[in-house]
């Protein structure tokens, strides 16, 4: 009664528009923005959910928002004086309006959002890929729908109770909805990846909720050039092995940075993908740290030097990257400078606890790629 003698302010949910979506959609003060727009089906652009890679960035236009982190060393001083917001880091106290650049309305867009879901699992398949890279296959007590180049988030009940986040390492499989794969590569001091390499957990209990991200392949014609370094490989992989699926006819070179013959793995997976690809597939590894006496006589260095060498036509391609914040932003600018727009280059990020502010970590929210 006392609140509505003396105007108690609204505390939600509040009303959320989008520009160019017609209809406004619901949030309440303890739900991001980001989370209630996938919620609704609009697919507004993101990648880390925690704050670190700036993906999810949208224009407030009206209204107040509480902001969770610090983004100023993420957004341009022009997008910090138009009101950018990270939409994965506010939540909304009034309603608000805000305009998302190059929002992707299309049913292509609409349809690589899935319904959010947790689910229990159990290990039910271990393969030592490399020295320090093990594949992990789950067995959950239900379907996870998801997008290839999508990623879930992992923890172990009762043991780590953080969350990890790895990408799916293979394209969804409907005959086999209940099974997902990944791999994880051993980080050293990394509490997850610590004990997942440290004895045989075969059978170990796992908690799984997902799908998350928006990388994924898009439609098009356009030559494709990939990118990729450690396990990196896995949402590329998954990428390709869809495109696979679905009679893809564009050629595709795939540059994959390790540093020695030791590092590789998936040479099996590629030249299936090759085997089956319409158009031309070239899978191209690169090394940074073989012994120069060896007998590799494949490229030698970073991958990013061989961009323009490998790819004849580099300006005409859409490419699809994951791996290191370092090495992602070498391609970036090589792809920039050979001509590519900002819009058909696509990327997943690797993000550890540098990236991310310490709000983030002491909520104890998950991060992407090989990250402990
Ligand atoms: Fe929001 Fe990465 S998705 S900052």
């Known amino acids: 009664m006392f609140g509505k003698l003396f105007g108690k302010k609204k505390t939600g949910p509040h009303m959320v528009r989008i ?37 999810c960035k949208v224009q407030l236009l009206e209204g107040k928002v509480k902001e969770f982190t610090d983004k100023t060393y993420l957004l341009s001083q022009e997008e910090l004086r138009a009101n950018y917001i990270l939409s994965c880091q506010c939540q909304p106290r009034s309603d608000i309006r805000f305009r998302v650049d190059g929002l992707d309305l299309s049913a292509e867009a609409q349809a690589s959002v899935h319904q959010l879901v947790t689910r229990q699992g159990v290990i039910k ?17 239900g379907p996870m729908e998801y997008t290839a180049g999508e990623y879930a988030d992992m923890r172990v009940p009762g043991v780590l109770e953080e969350f990890r986040s790895y990408s799916f390492a293979a394209r969804p499989d409907p005959q086999r909805a209940n099974l997902v794969v990944f791999h994880i590569r051993k980080v050293p001091g990394g509490s997850f990846t610590e004990w997942l390499h440290q004895a045989d957990r075969l059978g170990a209990r796992v908690e799984l909720r997902g799908p998350f991200g928006d990388f994924r392949l898009r439609s098009g014609a356009a030559p494709m050039v990939c990118v990729a370094g450690g396990s990196g490989m896995a949402p590329i992989k998954a990428l390709l092995e869809q495109a696979v699926a679905d009679g893809a006819q564009r050629d595709c070179t795939y540059l994959f940075g390790a540093r020695t013959q030791n590092d590789l793995y998936c040479q099996d997976d590629m030249a299936q993908i090759a085997s089956q690809w319409k158009g031309t597939f070239r899978f191209i590894p690169v090394l940074s740290n ?11 260095g970073l991958v990013t030097e061989f961009l323009s060498r490998e790819v004849a036509d580099l300006a005409t ?36 606890k540098s990236h991310l502010a310490k709000t983030q970590v002491a909520n104890n929210i998950p991060h992407v790629g090989e990250n402990g």
């Not at 398949?125 to 007590?141: F, K, Q, V, W």
């Not at 070498?330 to 993000?351: N, P, T």
């Open 19 to 55: 520009e160019g979506v017609a209809k406004p959609i619901e949030c309440d003060e303890k739900t991001f923005l980001l989370s209630a727009a996938l919620r609704d089906g609009i697919p507004i652009p993101y990648s880390c959910r925690v704050g670190g890679c700036g993906t």
């Open 290 to 300: 073989e012994p120069e006496d060896s007998d590799w006589t494949g490229p030698r």
């Open 125 to 141: 398949a271990l393969r030592p890929l490399t020295h320090d890279i093990l594949e992990i296959s789950i067995e959950m007590d």
């Open 317 to 352: 391609c859409h490419a699809y990257m994951c791996g290191p914040p370092p090495m992602l932003d070498a391609a970036i600018e090589v792809l920039k400078q050979a001509g590519i727009s900002a819009d058909h280059i696509h990327f997943d990020k690797f993000l550890d």
